[in-house]
């Protein structure tokens, strides 16, 4: 099965507009450096933070500074989403320069009580993960991993909750949910650019998590709520695209184009995987990606869930509940023999 990570070429060749700054900052998570963008606007604009360590801010502080801007000087800081590698730092700089603040209403929520909501995201793993069929001593060593990241971000109040078709600091706010509930695009019309997140990358199959639905709201189908954000973002009229992670490229139809297929033949292999017995998630997980190991545990199941999703909503997979565990098999053909 392929692997998470891949590599692709964007074509184009379009100039970097110069007022934008990349900056890559380091992070603790399996996925490497996240990239934080500093636009040269008057008051600058900061967009995503990087995580809450001391390595971050400190490379944080001294590009910014490489390009004349002090963190006192920040006007607007902008959350792609509510992951700790793109919001760990928040706090810490809203308390050195006032900034003005703007996520998704569920990041809102999420960090005006980070403690609290935390507990609810592991609670609500835990019992994910025993009903996708992890066995319990993963699922201890997984929880236990999930808590320490917790330490990478930390409690903050946001000004501003933004959604799709609202406009900040003259970027367009649209709502393309699918890697997380509260992914963001924002859109530059005079750039012809846009801010990504980890809604599409250029060198990485970006993950539709499994995550703890909003309140009232049934858990989210994160792949087949992906893959129709995807059709959207790939529709932009846009030059230059900036990702979370990675270098900015151009050409994002393209890279629309083969992540969609990458996905596609990826429904394909696990539907191959499938037969009339029945396997858990966790099962299947093991059979696309052998050398699962905790750290990566989360991105195994929410790709096999995923895909069982999408299979089972074109009637080519059925689930059974036993005992609160899930299980899928390959649905029997239907059709097609002059019945
Ligand atoms: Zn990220």
Redesign the pocket.
């Known amino acids: 099965m392929t692997p998470l990570k891949h590599t692709a070429s964007a074509g184009g060749g379009k100039d970097i507009p110069s007022d934008i700054v990349r900056i890559s900052l380091p992070t603790p998570f399996p996925?490497g450096p996240?990239n934080a963008f500093l636009i040269k606007t008057d008051p600058p604009i900061l967009v995503d933070t990087g995580p809450r360590t001391d390595e971050a801010y400190e490379k944080l502080v001294a590009r910014l500074n490489d390009a004349g801007v002090r963190v006192a000087d920040l006007g607007q800081i902008l959350v792609t989403h509510g992951?700790l590698?793109?919001i760990g730092l928040l706090r810490r700089l809203v308390g050195e320069s006032g900034a003005q603040t703007y996520a998704h209403p569920f990041v809102v929520d999420q960090f005006a009580d980070f403690e609290r909501s935390a507990r609810a995201s592991e609670a609500f793993f835990e019992r994910v993960m025993r009903r996708l069929g992890v066995p319990e001593e993963l699922l201890r060593a997984a929880l236990s991993e999930r808590s320490r990241a917790h330490t990478f971000a930390e409690e903050v109040a946001i000004d501003h909750a933004i959604e799709e078709g609202d406009t900040v600091a003259g970027l367009e706010v649209l709502y393309v949910p699918g890697h997380s509930t509260t992914d963001l695009l924002f859109v530059d019309r005079t750039r012809r650019a846009v801010f990504l997140?980890?809604h599409l990358l250029k060198t990485i199959t970006p993950n539709p998590l499994i995550r703890r639905p909003a309140k009232g709201t049934m858990r989210p189908q994160s792949l087949v709520e992906y893959e129709a954000s995807l059709r959207r973002t790939r529709e932009l009229d846009v030059d230059v695209c900036y990702p979370?992670?990675g270098g900015p490229f151009n050409g994002q139809r393209q890279v629309v184009e083969r992540l969609l297929a990458r996905l596609e033949r990826r429904t394909e292999e696990v539907h191959a995987l499938l037969d009339e017995h029945a396997v858990s998630p966790y099962e299947l997980a093991m059979r696309m990606f052998p050398k699962t190991n905790v750290k990566i545990l989360h991105f195994a199941l929410s790709a096999a869930v995923g895909h069982l999703e999408v299979l089972e909503q074109r009637g080519m997979a059925l689930s059974e509940e036993r005992e609160g565990a899930l299980y899928y098999r390959a649905s029997k053909r239907t059709g097609g023999e002059g019945f």
Request: no cysteine; proline share 0%; aromatic share 0%.
């Open positions: 996925v996240v992951h590698d793109h997140g980890d979370g992670h």
